[in-house]
């Protein structure tokens, strides 16, 4: 996830995992490759994801390795931050592990083959191979990545992924140290209530809790993140936030904003909303 993730919250992500939901115990992890792609470059970015990238993520996820992938964009631009995220989800590091072998095997592969395209011919020069294009098409000093686990996930198993481009709001917060446990406990009490009732009202397709498994960002510890088909969903799911909290006495509003706030560094929420692009799950096992 790009420098959002900063920001993050899956993503993403993750987006309408359907095999998850046969294990609801499950904790997946998702790789994030945040780029910033030159202007006027958007098309040799793509056609890089798609010939390079595409081919080895969908042959793994045919092998179930790799549970889920897209890439996304941001709906608001952002000075500094990344322009495109390519991201997949695999249940632990075996499966990282296993994608990242694959895309170096892949990559060398490519740079080879290009290496002896133009050999044969006097004066001709060699195609460039994938990393040299990439390197035409995006700001490789910004380029970042992420590796996220989903602390708290579900997803709604009824959802068609056909043809689906989600967009994903990110909700990014800074718990306090010795905080991130009652933190969690707090948020499962009063905010997954209302993400389950959303879910179930068909309002949004999945959602979780997660953090960085290895952590190199510090403007966050969690991100809450959740799937939505159109745009249009977030007055609904606004609506629905402010009318639990309304239902509830003064006396408890109060109570639940204090205890947020002790628990989060309120300076540091950031919250981001990004459009898939490409949007790809595995078959529901």
Same mark, same amino acid.
């Given at each position: ?5 900063? @920001?993050? &919250? ?10 998850? %939901?046969?294990?609801? !115990?499950?904790?997946? #992890? +998702? ?56 991201? @997949?989800? &695999? ?10 072998? %694959?895309?170096?095997? !892949?990559?060398?592969? #490519? +740079? ?139 006396e408890e509003q109060d109570a639940i904003t204090s205890l947020f706030v002790s628990l989060t560094d309120t300076d540091a929420s950031r919250a981001e909303v990004d459009h898939a692009i490409i949007f790809r799950v595995?078959?529901?096992?």
């Amino acid at each position: 996830m790009r420098k959002r993730l900063f @920001y993050c &919250v899956l993503a993403i992500l993750l987006c309408s995992i359907r095999s998850f %939901a046969q294990q609801p !115990q499950m904790q997946p #992890l +998702t790789f994030w490759y945040d780029y910033t792609v030159n202007a006027g470059k958007e098309d040799q970015f793509l056609d890089l994801v798609k010939t390079v990238g595409a081919p080895v993520r969908d042959k793994l996820m045919a092998e179930g390795v790799v549970k889920a992938w897209g890439v996304m964009t941001p709906l608001l631009r952002q000075p500094g931050n990344a322009t495109h995220t390519i991201w @997949y989800a &695999v249940e632990d590091y075996a499966g990282v592990e296993k994608v990242d072998g %694959a895309m170096r095997a !892949q990559i060398a592969k #490519l +740079t080879e083959e290009a290496s002896k395209s133009g050999v044969t011919k006097k004066g001709t020069t060699a195609a460039a191979g994938p990393m040299a294009r990439l390197g035409e098409a995006v700001d490789t000093s910004k380029t970042r990545d992420f590796l996220t686990r989903d602390i708290v996930f579900s997803v709604n198993p009824a959802v068609s992924t056909t043809g689906l481009l989600p967009y994903t709001r990110f909700n990014f917060v800074k718990v306090k140290p010795g905080k991130a446990a009652e933190y969690r406990k707090t948020w499962e009490k009063y905010n997954k209530p209302v993400l389950d009732k959303l879910m179930a009202d068909g309002l949004i397709l999945a959602y979780g809790l997660a953090t960085e498994d290895i952590r190199t960002e510090g403007s966050f510890t969690h991100f809450t993140w959740y799937d939505m088909k159109e745009l249009a969903s977030m007055d609904k799911i606004r609506t629905a936030f402010i009318g639990d909290r309304d239902r509830r006495s003064q006396e408890e509003q109060d109570a639940i904003t204090s205890l947020f706030v002790s628990l989060t560094d309120t300076d540091a929420s950031r919250a981001e909303v990004d459009h898939a692009i490409i949007f790809r799950v595995g078959p529901m096992k």
